[in-house]
């Protein structure tokens, strides 16, 4: 069984993501979104709001499941006999980091990273961005799953005190 995972953050999850997620769940046997736990960054959404976000927007894919992992993201993949990491390439200006990660992890623990194009019309998209339209009241219902919409809206409410 091929197995691949996804990668990130995810605070939140956008149709971006979502996007290169499908692709990979057509692509691979199982695709195992994992939530990596940051200790250095304080998010918006606790990882327990994140997976229960990820977990509904891909409640359609089958062969996908959503985990949390704090630790190295080669370790993650060894333990879980994972073939590949896929990661999603918006445009030129991701290509170095992206690159430098796919390279270490490759010399770490020999594990192999997919790059994938994103959609033209999710190539200017990240969850950083959609963090602040939303905290200063603007659209991004056509960027992320309704759910997350609903969270955006309930977290904005809870930080001006309503
Ligand atoms: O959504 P992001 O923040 O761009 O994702 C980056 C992420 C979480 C995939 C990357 O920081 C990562 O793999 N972190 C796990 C720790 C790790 O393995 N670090 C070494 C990377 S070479």
């Known amino acids: 069984m091929k197995k ?52 509904e927007a891909v409640q359609h894919l089958k062969n996908v499941k959503v985990d949390t992992w704090s630790g190295l993201l080669v370790d993650y993949c060894r333990a879980h006999n994972i073939a590949a990491i896929v990661k999603g390439l918006r445009a030129v200006s991701d290509f170095d980091y992206e690159l430098q990660m796919a ?3 490759l010399q770490l623990k020999g594990v ?34 309704s759910r997350v919409l609903e969270d955006l809206s309930r977290k904005s409410q809870m930080s001006q005190g309503k």
């Open 112 to 145: 192999d990273t997919l790059l994938m194009a994103t959609k033209p019309a999710y190539s200017f998209l990240s969850s950083s961005l959609v963090r602040e339209i939303a905290r200063y009241g603007g659209d991004v219902s056509n960027l992320v799953p």
């Open 4 to 55: 691949a995972v996804c990668p990130g953050s995810f605070d939140p999850i956008t149709n971006g993501h979502l996007d290169v997620i499908e692709r990979a769940s057509g692509l691979f046997d199982e695709v195992v979104i994992a939530v990596l736990v940051n200790n250095s960054k304080t998010g918006l959404f606790t990882i327990e709001e994140r997976i229960e976000m990820i977990t």
């Open 103 to 105: 390279q270490m992890n």
